[in-house]
């Protein structure tokens, strides 16, 4: 792979060329990398039997863009390669999500929503009852709410480990019923595991669980040990309905059609942000969207917390983690995890 010299063109000598010249030359040497790397990549986290195949055809690839892109000053070279990369780019195009595989029991069924006026009918609500991280019953319920009963929005973020990257997912607060939380998630194959840039190359198929806070809440900070944050947002009872019709449009279309998890542009964050500008935020993409570790800091700063406390104060007093696991299997979970959240905006 060559390197990167910036040297003066014959036809643009003058001094003031050089910077545009390095910066074409940075661009053009970025541009075949990232063919290179997609290229390579597609080809390992691919629908293909085998991994030693993977592997080998992944290697073959990388091996015949560097030829190609760098090494190699020929036409028909580059000829060559661009007819391959354009049947690669079909070839995973092809490859579509799948709603029949060997899921994993927690994410093999799949919701739905019956919507009759303020009525809403939810099938298949998980509510797992754990004994550990791996050992539960399987339980699914059918939950009955009404949207004019539906007051609030919660945000968690949950920290499978440290830095700027947690998991978020919320729930629609009633004055009547149960909170419902729904949680947007990559939906693994028994003995698969989540990978960050897996997920960029349709490795795993999405599911909105919709479930009891008594399960998407407490496997979290009961039973996996991740650090985890209530907030409660600052959002009209009208918005809030209108987040939650929406999150139930998803819900069925889902049910109907599979789609792949993508962390970029289908995953957690994004289409919570998504979806409360379709619902009346207004607000543009910001870096902590993908850095979701940190999306409570930004929602503060933006005035969608409570902002009567300071941010650390708000930050220590929501991490709920001690009072799930006081309150565990008690009926009143919901109320407990929020008995130290401070009151205000």
Not at 28 to 57: D, E, H, M
Not at 275 to 295: E, I, P
Request: positive net charge.
């Amino acid at each position: 792979m060559t390197s990167i010299k910036c040297t003066n063109h014959k036809n643009h000598s003058a001094w003031y060329w050089k910077p545009f010249v390095c910066l074409g030359m940075v661009f053009k040497f970025l541009f075949k990398l990232s063919i290179g790397s997609w290229g390579t990549l597609a080809i390992y986290y691919s629908n293909l039997p085998w991994f030693f195949l993977r592997v080998s055809l992944a290697i073959v690839f990388a091996l015949f863009a560097i030829w190609s892109l760098w090494l190699s000053h020929k036409s028909r070279t580059l000829i060559i390669f661009a007819l391959i990369y354009l049947g690669l780019i079909g070839w995973w195009i092809s490859i579509k999500p799948m709603e029949d595989r060997n899921w994993r029991p927690e994410v093999a069924v799949m919701p739905r929503a019956v919507i009759d006026g303020n009525k809403v009918h939810l099938i298949n609500v998980r509510n797992f009852d754990y004994r550990s991280r791996n050992d539960f019953i399987i339980r699914y319920e059918d939950r009955d709410v009404e949207l004019s009963h539906l007051i609030g929005l919660d945000l968690y973020i949950s920290y499978w480990m440290p830095g700027p990257i947690g998991h978020t997912f919320v729930s629609f607060i009633f004055n009547n019923a149960p909170p419902v939380s729904i949680s947007i998630e990559t939906r693994p194959e028994v003995g698969e595991s989540f990978s960050p840039v897996a997920s960029l190359f349709k490795q795993f198929e999405l599911i909105y669980v919709v479930g009891d806070e008594r399960d998407l809440v407490r496997v979290r900070t009961n039973y996996r040990g991740e650090k985890t944050y209530l907030y409660h947002i600052n959002i009209s009872p009208e918005n809030a309905r209108k987040l939650f019709m929406i999150y139930l449009t998803r819900i069925n279309q889902l049910a109907e059609r599979a789609e792949f998890y993508h962390l970029l542009s289908n995953s957690c964050t994004i289409n919570i942000i998504r979806y409360a500008n379709k619902a009346g935020r207004v607000g543009h993409v910001n870096m902590n969207h993908y850095l979701n570790g940190w999306l409570d800091s930004y929602l503060y700063d933006n005035g969608w917390l409570n902002t009567s406390v300071p941010f650390e104060i708000l930050r220590q007093r929501s991490q709920i983690n001690k009072a799930a696991q006081d309150a565990n299997h008690s009926d009143d979970f919901s109320k407990r995890i929020r008995s130290s959240l401070p009151s205000g905006n």
